[in-house]
Every structure is written in C-alpha cells, then in structure tokens.
C-alpha cells in the first residue's frame, strides 16, 4: 500500500453514473474501488479506467450484508490505501401500484436503496473520523423529496436515505467529515431509458437528459469544496425538466 495513496470507494459502479464517477476520481490520482453484487460485470470499467492510465479494483459484494461490508472496507483500507471518499450509488427503482406491491419487494428495495447506505457509509465513517477528513456521498432522486403514483416502496426508501444523509452530515461535519446528498431528478443516459422510453431518450440531442459525465464532475465538484462553503444538498436535472 502505497503511503500516498488516496481512495474513492463507489458502491453500485453501473454501467453510467457509478461509473463515470468512479473514471472522474481515477483520473485526479485516486484509486478507485468499485463494487457490484456481482465482480465479473466490473471489467469492462476497470478495463477503462486502467486503459486511461488509472488505478482501479473491483469487488463482488452484497452492500446488505453486515459482515461483507466489514469485510470489504478492512480489505480496501489494509491492501489498497484509505478511504478519502465514498460513494453510495445503488439504485432500486422498481415502480408498481401500491395495491399489488408485496412485502418482499417493499421491504428488498429497502433493504438496497436505505438499509445498504447505513452500513456501507457507517463503516467508511468509522475509518474517516479518528482521520479527520473525507467526504461521504449519497446519490439520491426525485423521489427522495417527493413521492409519487407507482413509487412508493423508491420514495420511500430514498426518503429515508436522505434523512440519513441529513443526520450524518449534522454528526460528521464538525468532525471534518464533508456529508452530501445527490438529488438526481430526470432521466439519465443509459441503455435502460434508451431502451425502455425512446420518447424521453430522443430529448438526447437537445440535452433533455442527463449525461453521466457530466453527474460525476459534481460529485468531483463536492468533494473539492472547501471546507468553509460545503454543500449538503445538490439537484441536477436538464434545463427542460418539469419540477
């Protein structure tokens, strides 16, 4: 483990978002971690990442689970360098009526919307405080500040990751701990809105959806901020969104 090496840990590296967050960070020297449930969907990113002369790891993990948390951040921390920024970055947007919705799939998207957010950020906070430093964000929605027809098991847990967001930010801050929540509300460029809603995707050439480049530099944008004029709460959507 290099003594000046500086690690982003991306929780949920997608296809878009998670993982032009994770080639932002690459790119200014930071060695990124990434995860998904399952490692073997990670190459083609890290594939990139060390392509344009990054350093980067990927890690099969359950972000649920307690004790593959433990044991992913104890892995990253003791082989690969501290944590200097977190990202939580697991999306669980499933919409169905809330007359058909089930308790197994209420409580699943949860589970991996909130409940996967506290233990993940509640471990990389223990290794952040007695340093002093780090940042720690979370990438919300729409639905983190609102709910709506068909999405009341995603509001309610990004509801509820937001509120965690909030109480950690109120807790770390004074402890050097930059805490922020993401609130990401349009549709972004990806296979699944292109795929599934090629109304929305043809807004594309009028910049009516969100680039996931351009999300990531305000995740880089956040955790430069100086430490005198921190921000807790960001919006991004396209200049046309109706909000």
């Known amino acids: 483990m290099a003594d000046q090496a500086k690690v982003v840990l991306v929780v949920g590296a997608g296809d878009a978002t998670g993982g032009e967050i994770a080639k932002r960070f690459a790119r200014e020297g930071y060695i990124a971690c990434v995860t998904r449930r399952q490692a073997d969907k990670l190459q083609p990113l890290l594939d990139q990442i060390r392509a344009a002369g990054g350093q980067a790891h990927g890690f099969g993990s359950d972000a649920r689970n307690e004790h593959e948390v433990a044991e992913l951040v104890e892995t990253i921390e003791r082989d690969i360098g501290p944590i200097e920024a977190f990202v939580f970055n697991i999306g669980a ?91 990401v509300d349009g549709a972004i460029d990806t296979a699944f809105i292109r795929d599934s809603f090629p109304e929305r995707y043809a807004l594309k050439g009028q910049d009516g959806i969100l680039d996931p480049v351009h999300i990531a530099d305000s995740y880089w944008y956040l955790h430069s901020q100086p430490r005198d004029a921190w921000t807790f709460e960001l919006d991004l959507r396209p200049w046309m969104e109706q909000w």
């Open 93 to 183: 947007n499933v919409p169905c009526s809330i007359l058909d919705e089930t308790p197994r799939k209420y409580f699943k998207i949860w589970e991996m919307a909130c409940f996967a957010g506290f233990l993940t950020a509640q471990a990389v906070a223990r290794r952040m405080v007695p340093r002093e430093r780090g940042t720690l964000l979370f990438t919300g929605a729409t639905a983190a500040t609102r709910g709506a027809s068909g999405f009341a098991a995603f509001a309610g847990a990004k509801h509820a990751l937001r509120a965690l967001a909030q109480s950690m930010a109120r807790e770390l801050g004074p402890r050097n701990i930059h805490v922020a929540h993401v609130v």
